[in-house]
C-alpha cells in the first residue's frame, strides 16, 4: 500500500476519543498520525500502521 501525506486512514483500533480515523501527517520508516477526533499526534513504525490498516476515507 502507498500512503501519502495528508490522507485519511481508518485503523482497526479506536484512539481513546472514540474515533478511528487518522490523517497522515508523516511518511518514511516511521509514521505521524493525527487522530480526526481530538487532534492528538502520534508517531507509530511503518509495520505497526500496515498491519492495522482497515481503509482509506479519503486523499
Known amino acids: 500500500m502507498d500512503f501519502e501525506v495528508g490522507q485519511i ?3 482497526k483500533k479506536q484512539h481513546p476519543c472514540g474515533t478511528n480515523a487518522w490523517e497522515i501527517i508523516r511518511v518514511g520508516a ?3 498520525l493525527k487522530c480526526t477526533g481530538c487532534q492528538h499526534q502520534v508517531m507509530l513504525p511503518r ?12 486523499n
Open 9 to 11: 486512514i481508518k485503523m
Open 30 to 32: 516511521d509514521f505521524r
Open 47 to 58: 509495520k505497526t500502521v500496515e498491519k492495522g490498516f482497515k481503509g482509506l476515507i479519503e
